[in-house]
């Protein structure tokens, strides 16, 4: 009797493994954005651990030269155009490196 129960739940986790296998083959895109996603979450989960709990850490960003502040009485005009082309460079950076590493696969 034992190895009946033992057949019976290989057999179920055979079928259980090869239906989530044929999902991944049937939608291999949903997947990869799913665990794209994922580290998208934790890489924001973790620059926001940063700037809050060290708050020091990008107290440089917005105060470089060509980031323009206009101040004439009592308005104020903040154009941070060198903050805005760092980060451009970054997530085009970012962006180039995960579309390379799933363009292998």
């Given amino acids: 009797m034992g190895s009946r129960g033992q057949f019976a739940k290989d057999a179920a986790l055979h079928l259980r493994q090869s239906w989530y296998e044929s999902r991944a083959r049937s939608?291999?895109?949903?997947?990869?954005?799913?665990?794209?996603?994922?580290?998208?979450?934790?890489?924001l989960l973790l620059i926001g651990a940063l700037v809050r709990f060290t708050p020091g850490v990008f107290s440089w960003f917005g105060n470089l030269p060509?980031?323009?502040?206009?101040?004439?009485g009592s308005s104020r005009v903040y154009l941070p155009i060198t903050s805005m082309i760092l980060i451009s460079v970054a997530l085009t950076l970012v962006a180039n490196l995960v579309a390379t590493l799933l363009r292998d696969r």
């Fill in 66 to 72: 060509g980031d323009i502040r206009i101040k004439s």
């Fill in 27 to 43: 939608y291999p895109g949903e997947v990869r954005i799913g665990n794209l996603l994922m580290l998208a979450g934790g890489l």
